[in-house]
């Protein structure tokens, strides 16, 4: 079965540094591009950026580029989506997500991790 | 980057209607439009891709239409199961943006 298995929820205070990470079991995962996608509470998606595991190749929303890092490492089939400084706006659930076609950057999300939960409060 | 325009943003139907979502781009896509499901409390789920294909395991119920900058989702008979924040994404070019949503209730 292809799956995605993301970590568990966090709750932070305003400053610290956090690391999320997300499997991929059932697939190459170095031959497809994975994404991450952010919801705040109550709001709709919003696409964060994309790594092609297999070379570490990543490209950014403008809107998020700068305030996070999306790294992968292959040897363990695992993404990561990391802050150096968290803020109270950035509470929300964060999905990975694997792209629909194989090595197709610009794709419809076809597997969805389950979600990370991460809360920034003081 | 190119903006997605999803109308209604929620709408009231009763179960068997006939219900379209529109969503227009800034500018046109050509066929890179996806669709997805969200119920509450879920994880998205992808329904179709490349405007008008539909996803493995996604219900006949369920199609999509248009090219260029307008598009449609239209369930030809609402279900209670359909209850939940339907979104549209293009993927023509980064960043690869999503609409607003619409939320689909029952009646």
């Known amino acids: 079965e292809v799956q995605l298995v993301q970590s568990g929820a966090e709750v932070t205070k305003p400053g610290e540094s956090l690391k999320i990470s997300c499997k991929g079991s059932?697939?190459?995962?170095?031959?497809?591009?994975l994404g991450w996608v952010r919801q705040m509470p109550g709001k709709g998606l919003e696409w964060m950026g994309i790594i092609y595991p297999g070379d570490s190749d990543t490209r950014y929303s403008p809107s998020f580029q700068g305030q996070v890092t999306i790294s992968a490492d292959k040897s363990i089939d695992t993404a990561y989506l990391q802050w150096s400084s968290l803020k109270a706006s950035d509470t929300a659930m964060y999905y990975c997500a694997r792209l629909l076609f194989f090595g197709e950057s610009f794709s419809a999300f076809e597997i969805w991790g389950q979600g990370t939960m991460v809360t920034v409060s003081s | 980057d190119i903006q997605m325009t999803q109308s209604p943003s929620s709408l009231s139907a009763s179960v068997g209607d006939r219900v379209t979502i529109a969503c227009r781009a800034s500018?046109?896509?050509?066929?890179?439009l996806a669709w997805y499901q969200q119920k509450p409390g879920k994880v998205p789920k992808l329904l179709i891709y490349?405007?008008?294909a539909l996803h493995s395991g996604v219900p006949s119920r369920f199609s999509g239409s248009g090219f260029g900058t307008d598009f449609t989702l239209t369930i030809s008979s609402l279900q209670p199961e359909d209850v939940a924040a339907y979104y549209c994404q293009q993927y023509n070019s980064a960043p690869l943006t999503f609409g607003g949503g619409t939320k689909v209730e029952i009646k």
């Open positions: 500018q046109g896509i050509s066929n890179f």
């Open positions: 490349a405007a008008s």
């Open positions: 059932g697939y190459s995962f170095s031959s497809y591009w």
